[in-house]
């Protein structure tokens, strides 16, 4: 069973960094998917990024050159870097690893609080 432990939210002023990671366990596929995404305060879930075991990354907009995912293939870990932050970035970030054929699976959820 695939376990994903998040770690490294918090609260930042408005242009702080935080850094996320998440850490996979109980998997098998040698290819895979690991991202990130975020539930705002008004309770919707949007994409912020992800990176594939090959290192593909893909980034939402929003994010676009102040985030920066990265992933550490012997630890099985997967990092978010986020700089310059806003307050819109506030959320609970939850961590997902996707592989094909399979259902998705997702962390508990971290809490990031911007404040101004």
């Known amino acids: 069973q695939v376990q994903l432990v998040e770690s490294g939210g918090g609260l930042v002023q408005t242009g702080g960094s935080l850094t996320l990671s998440c850490t996979v366990s109980?998997?098998?596929?040698?290819?895979?998917?690991m991202g990130w995404y975020r539930q705002t305060p008004t309770n919707t879930r949007e994409f912020v990024a992800d990176i594939s075991t090959i290192g593909s990354a893909i980034y939402a907009d929003p994010v676009k050159g102040r985030f920066s995912i990265s992933r550490d293939s012997a630890k099985d870990t997967v990092y978010l870097q986020m700089d310059r932050l806003k307050i819109e970035d506030t959320g609970v970030y939850y961590c997902k690893f996707e592989v094909t054929g399979s259902p998705d699976s997702w962390g508990r959820g971290i809490p990031v609080l911007v404040s101004s």
């Open positions: 109980g998997h098998n596929p040698n290819f895979y998917i």
